[in-house]
């Protein structure tokens, strides 16, 4: 079975940085592309960012772009988000996916806030 399993949230002043990680079992890992979202309170789930299967092309959303970093260890099977210049508006719920042939998988999520 699929598993998503996110770490790293926590609470930091604004301009500071976090780093988030995704470990994934269940799955031959390096096939899959993996990406990263977030939902703040009252908000839809959006897109932040995305991996290639072996980490040779990336995607952000302008929100983010030039101040996050995707990355990828695939002998770790795992997916890390690394978060610079934190804002306030970046406070959210955040989650890693996966989309598999038969199915979309989600962590738990993990939650970071920012203050101003």
């Known amino acids: 079975q699929v598993q998503l399993v996110e770490s790293g949230g926590g609470s930091v002043q604004a301009g500071g940085s976090l780093r988030l990680s995704c470990a994934a079992s269940?799955?031959?890992?390096?096939?899959?592309?993996m990406g990263w979202f977030r939902q703040a309170p009252g908000k839809e789930r959006d897109f932040v960012a995305a991996?290639?299967?072996?980490?040779?092309?990336?995607y952000y959303s302008d929100s983010v772009k030039g101040r996050f970093t995707i990355s990828r260890d695939n002998a770790k099977n795992s997916v890390g988000l690394q978060m610079n210049n934190l804002k306030p508006d970046d406070t959210a719920v955040y989650y890693c996916r996966i989309d598999v042939v038969g199915g979309t998988y989600w962590g738990q999520g993990t939650q970071v806030t920012v203050s101003s």
């Open positions: 991996i290639s299967w072996l980490g040779g092309t990336t």
């Open positions: 269940g799955l031959t890992f390096s096939s899959y592309a």
